[in-house]
T-cell receptor, first 111, second 114 residues
């Protein structure tokens, strides 16, 4: 059974710092992996989707990497801003199942 | 992309009552998904709703407790029936927009059961 783990559960950093959020999964047979951002009262927003054949995807200050063989993904946020404060979720997509989510990392960026 | 309007955004309900959550999508989609997020937990899929057929429920979820309607390709409802405090969660609807693999989510319904 696929399990998705995110470390750390919470992270506090000062504005301007670069940071890395980690996601690991137990079964490497995935189609893709997505990173989402969750804001209170605003649902989830898809940030990046990495296909199983890809190594990384970039969008602005965000860079997500995928090492399928080791079951790991990272989300790199450059030059963090207070507006980046949110909960970040990773989710894997496998054949025959719905997206399987981690519990998320709650990020707080102070000004 | 897809824009999803979900309501209510939050509600406080009494034990034993039922609440119906609505999701409206700005485009026609084949499948709509309903998720639950319990406090401190990850999202768990409740069921997949296809237009014109009965919803498909995941293990641990049953139609009597979570009846779902899908009358057309842009709308769905989820009812949480005979509520207990254990049903206090965030409920989210989600769709996969045509031609895209990304999932788009509604803003969620924060449910508290007293």
């Amino acid at each position: 059974k696929q399990e998705v783990t995110q470390i750390p559960a919470a992270l506090s950093v000062p504005e301007g710092e670069n940071l890395v959020l980690n996601c690991s999964f137990t079964d490497s047979a995935i189609y893709n992996l997505q990173w989402f951002r969750q804001d209170p009262g605003k649902g989830l927003t898809s940030l990046l989707l990495i296909q199983s054949s890809q190594r990384e995807q970039t969008s602005g200050r965000l860079n997500a990497s995928l090492d399928k063989s080791s079951g790991r993904s990272t989300l790199y946020i450059a030059a963090s801003q207070p507006g980046d404060s949110a909960t970040y979720l990773c989710a894997v997509n496998q054949a025959g199942t719905a997206l399987i989510f981690g519990k998320g990392t709650t990020l707080s960026v102070s000004s | 992309s897809a824009v999803i309007s979900q309501k209510p955004s939050r509600d406080i309900c009494q034990r034993g009552t039922s609440l119906t959550i609505q999701c409206q999508v700005d485009s026609q989609v084949t499948m709509m998904f309903w998720y639950r997020q319990q406090p401190g937990q990850s999202l768990t899929l409740i069921a997949t709703a296809n237009q014109g057929s009965e919803a498909t429920y995941e293990s641990g979820f049953v139609i009597d407790k979570f009846p779902i309607s899908r009358p057309n390709l842009t709308f769905s409802t989820l009812t949480v029936s005979n509520m207990s405090p254990e049903d206090s969660s965030i409920y989210l609807c989600s769709v996969e927009a045509p031609g895209e693999e990304k999932l788009f989510f509604g803003s969620g319904t924060q449910l508290s059961v007293l």
